[in-house]
């Protein structure tokens, strides 16, 4: 494991401060390079989007599957979350089915942690002596996969930018250290920071590309899906033979590519929720076959991590 | 006297843990004060965002040496009991003892021990991360690389007695004088003296340590910025108690809502403005209704004096009431009807079944009840029982699950139109989860009651069923406030019906009549006089309400307390001489037995008492009965005084014991008066 880098915090130029500096607002990509140069200045790994579907950043294997065990880690990355029950066929100007969230994991959690995330807004163009940022209790659990931890929302003038999550347990394993999580809901912050009312009016690249430009169509489409176009038997099966992959990879000790499969396992429970064919009953038992898997995943990656004699001595 | 000051410095503390917090660190830090010897001149604790804070007054410098004199043995005892004595006193010789002569015992030793007292900085030095480590809070987590657990991240100890800091560490965090303010306003840290330095210097650093003080400036302020727009703040506690706890320093100001918003209805406006977005509700005093306009208490002063603020929250909320509208309109789609077949899909309870299943059984049970509570379209009551848990269904209730009711009640109030019949259809939808609360509504329109009582009922009748009786730790399914409510819809319609009959099974009835007997004492009625009623046996709630409250008036008159002791005492004979002839007296009362003029009174009063007692029982003249009763306190009393019961002839002693069983017969038509206290 390489060596953490030590935090720098000189104040520098950004896309961000470049835009504001020239009366612009940040545009949407803006925002993500400015977060990007940001947390690798913290000495994060800046990562790319997992290639799996997820319901949330945090399920990317560098957020999850990372904060177990004893070794240091930081990464940040930008994740799109699908969810394909919250689509509303591009109709709803604050709901979408798919949207990104910007992760970032810090193991240990630095003792400043709060500092360096309100020094990444203030890079991002929320001033704080303009603006009201609060810490609203907001306690975080996936059960799907055996996960909790205590935070808060953030809120920016009564909307909440991020989320702040200090783990406590994966897989139902105590984190030790204890990793600092943040999330920001990039759409949310983008509005926010632009002004802007309509998730689709987002400025993208500050050279007249919006939001709704990229992601409309998508929107539309993927929630004709969702809602109608689903076949539901083919969902079912693909389900369980995700599941047996599952299973079978953690029999070989294969605890990464068993992750993606539990992962997988996840998603096509979302869009058999979304297409409105799990009755209550079911709806229960599927989600512990998720949980079981991730679980299961999570606990043998755990194994893995454990430190050898060698590191030991 | 010297002062400790205690400042525990953390991130942020969940408002709603703040206030018990403080109140916690109040009474772990007095007990482990008082154990270690120390009577504190007095404490107080504070709470706000970032710190808990104690102030501790009139500590000495160190605790009392405490004197203590140990008994040792006899002057001539064996050396190895005087070795030992010496040992346990602490002691190198024997002469550092005294010699004490006993007439009795005579000559022993007795040492005389000092155990110094402590130096003050040394006790809290333990008592303090002590408390620190075992403090109560609801949830508690770990950070960093460390093993400690706090609510989150502890940073910082200040603790300063006497103006010298108290030397500890708890998991390398070391106690320290040094605080530090607000997290925007602050200028970093500052170094503290005592507590009204601290309180001089936080105050400068934009920190309000006293949360009543900040709840005050916020309730002010609010009601400042109202009144200078001619409008009213709702007031709302709860969630002052709640901002409260979310800002240092607080800084109220108003921000404009799009009136078009106003169209939604006013419960999913407050709702959101309230939970989703910690707004007060302002009201527009000319128009009795919502204003558009919210008061946002803000955790920073800003420099443009709040605009920024306020255009912002004005965004977020036009975002969420747009997400209500977006609600609003999708639900309003479908019918109640149409989505009644859905709630099939919804569980209620694993063993009851899904809420289709309990919607069939109320539309059952509420067609029966009607007539019982007075509707005359029995269709309507079924049809409203149908409808009444439709609004599960909707997006509204999915998001806000408190305007379950409320939404039904709206969305067939848009289907269904305005005619009067549905007007009370939509009301029962609204109406039948009420009371939900000691203070809430009882519904009163009969649609409505039987709508409220068949829900309450059914969900009764099945969870006693499947054996899910509330507990004395537990009671999930909120199975008293469903008793209770049946109780009040009741009572206050005066609904008649042989409980038995609607909520039989498993020990439900008792448990709605012990719930009828808990509110009725919590009314005042003394547990005797429920007793002596209760005794009498009835499933009708509003006969025995009228029983108790009958019984309870004609005790405050003299006749009626005076009558108790005659009865009290009669029925201690008839159990005396019961008990010496080994069997039940019994018989009937010989006129011609009865020889003295007293004797002869109670009987014919008890003959005249019996006949109006039961024309008033079958009209349920409750008072008019107990009047009858409490009419025999003249012929009881003068029966005592002059008669003997015990007479030496067994017939008449026989006749007169008769007389006795046969008023105990007559009083027991409407108390058990033996259960009655005093007399």
Known sequence: MTQIIAPQTAPRETPCSRAL?????????????????????????????????????????????????????????????????????????????????????????????????????????IDPSLHDIRFVEDDWENPTVGAWGLGWEIWCDGMEVSQFTYFQQVGGLDCKPVSGELTYGLERLAMYVQGVENVYDLDFNGLGVSYGDVFLENERQQST????????????????????????????????????????????????????????????????????????????????????????? | MPQFLLELFSEEIPARMQKRAAEDLKKLLMDA????????????????????????????????????????????????????????????????????????????????????????????????????RNFPWPKSMRWGEGTLRWVRPLHRILAVFDGEIVPFDVDGIAASNISEGHRFHGTGTFEVKDFEDYEAKLSAAHVVLDRDQRKAQIKADAQTLCQARNLELIDDEGLLEEVCGLVDEPHVIMGDMDPSFLDLPPEVIRLTLRVNQKYFVVRDPKTGGLAPHFIIVSNVKATDGGKKIALGNARVLAARLNDARYFWDLDRKASLESRVPKLDTLVFHEKLGSVGDKVRRIVALAGEIARLVGVEDVAAARHAALLAKADLTTEMVGEFPELQGVMGRYYQLQRGGSAASNQIIADAIRDHYKPVGPSDHVPSEPVAMAVALADKLDTLTGFFAIGEKPTGSGDPYALRRAALGVIRIVREGGVRFALAEKAAGNGLLDFILERLRVSLRDEGFAPDVLEAAFAIPDDDIVRIVARVTALAKVLKTEDGA???????????????????????????????????????????????????????LATEAFDTAMAALAGLRGPVDRFFDTVLVNDADPAIRQNRLALLVKLRAVSERVADFSKLAGA
Not at chain 1, 262 to 290: M, W, Y
Not at chain 2, 77 to 104: M, N, Y
């Open chain 2, 33 to 132: 004060l008082s154990k270690a010897g120390f009577l504190p001149g007095g404490m107080e604790t504070f709470s706000a965002p970032r710190r808990l804070v104690a102030v501790v007054e009139g500590l000495p410098e160190r605790t009392a040496d405490v004197r203590e004199e140990r008994k040792g043995p006899k002057v001539d005892a064996p050396a190895q009991a005087i070795e030992g004595f010496l040992r346990g006193a602490g002691l190198t010789d024997i002469a550092q003892a005294r010699v004490v002569s006993d007439p009795k015992k005579g000559d022993f030793y007795v040492a005389d021990l000092v155990k110094p007292g402590r130096a003050t900085p040394d006790a809290l030095a333990e008592i303090v991360p002590d408390i620190i």
């Open chain 2, 562 to 616: 005076n009558l108790v002791a005659g009865l009290k005492r009669g029925a201690n004979i008839l159990r005396a001489e019961e008990k010496k002839d080994g069997a039940a007296a019994q018989g009937i009362v010989s006129d011609a037995l009865l020889a003295e003029p007293a004797e002869q009174g109670l009987n014919q009063a008890l003959v005249a008492a019996e006949s109006q007692m039961d024309q008033a």
């Open chain 1, 225 to 313: 899906f969702n809602f109608e176009e689903s076949d539901p038997a083919m969902l079912k099966r693909w389900f369980e033979d995700a599941e047996r992959m599952c299973t079978h990879l953690r029999d070989k000790r294969l605890p990464l590519p068993a992750f993606d499969w539990a992962l997988k396992c996840s998603h096509l429970f979302n869009l058999l929720d979304a297409r409105g064919v799990v009755s209550p009953t079911e709806r229960q038992s599927f989600i512990a076959r998720v949980r079981d898997q991730a679980k299961g995943c999570a606990v043998l990656w755990a194994e893995t991590q454990a430190p050898t004699q060698e590191e030991v001595v």
């Open chain 1, 21 to 125: 500096a020239a009366g612009k607002v940040p545009s949407f990509q803006d925002i993500i390079l400015t977060l990007s140069d940001y947390w690798a200045r913290q000495g994060c790994v800046i990562l790319q989007p997992y290639d799996t579907e997820v319901g949330a950043g945090t399920l990317h294997p560098a957020t999850t599957l990372r904060a177990l065990g004893p070794k240091p880690w930081r990464a940040a990355y930008v994740q799109p979350s699908r969810r394909p029950k919250d689509g509303r066929y591009g109709e709803n100007p604050n709901r979408l089915g798919h949207y990104y969230q910007y992760q970032v994991i810090l193991k240990p959690n630095p003792p400043n942690l709060q500092e360096l995330y309100l020094n990444s807004l203030y890079e991002i163009g």
